[in-house]
């Protein structure tokens, strides 16, 4: 799969000037790599309170953008996964149906969250993980990835504006859908 840079594309974060002199005036880092470069999306989110995240790879980058955006940081999990009142979704990918909880007090009524993960496909399970922090009161302020099968459409899905680091495929490979 050829990965294609999307950075120059998307214009709606880089509106202003995050040249190393504006990240070290906003005490952070300059973007160097992947993780970095999500925080630039999530730094256009400057009141996000929370990062929630979905299992399994959403867990790799969550904890580190809650870190440097001195936000709580919340896991979505399977269901079965985690003890006491739960909210559940269902959620629907290109291989099946699943559920994922997440824990009633675990996000204040009225937070900000961005929502992280490693990759865009369908949006099936982004979409169940927004459902989640909906039924929590709590305002999406974004969707964050690393990659994104674009063929897909899956931020079509999203509840709220998606910033991806790299985009996939743009059309199906022959013989699959
Ligand atoms: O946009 P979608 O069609 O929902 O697909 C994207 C999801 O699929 C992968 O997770 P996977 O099913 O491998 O779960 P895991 O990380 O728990 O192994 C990926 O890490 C995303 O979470
Ligand atoms: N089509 C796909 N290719 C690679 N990783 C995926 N994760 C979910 N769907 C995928």
Redesign the pocket.
């Known amino acids: 799969m050829v990965m294609r840079n999307k950075i120059d594309a998307s214009t709606k974060y880089m509106k202003e000037d995050w040249s190393t002199d504006a990240w070290i005036e906003h005490g952070r880092l300059p973007p160097q790599g992947p993780v970095n470069v999500l925080l630039t999306a999530a730094m256009a989110c400057e009141t996000a309170g929370i990062v929630a995240a979905q299992p399994r790879k959403g867990f790799l980058f969550g904890p580190t953008l809650a870190l440097a955006l001195d936000a709580g940081f919340v896991p979505i999990r399977k269901k079965g996964k985690l003890p006491g009142e739960l909210y559940r979704a269902a959620y629907t ?2 291989y099946g149906e699943d559920f994922f909880e997440i824990q009633v007090e675990s996000i204040p009524e009225g937070s900000n969250v961005v929502i992280v993960d490693d ?1 865009l ?2 949006g099936g399970s982004a979409r169940g993980a927004g459902q989640l922090v909906q039924m929590c009161k709590a305002n999406i302020l974004e969707f964050c990835f690393v990659m994104e ?1 674009d063929f897909l459409k899956g931020r079509d899905k999203l509840q709220a504006d998606t910033f991806t680091l790299l985009s996939g495929q743009t059309e199906s490979l022959k013989g699959s859908k």
Request: aromatic share 0%; net charge neutral.
């Open positions: 990918k290109e990759i496909a369908t099968l």
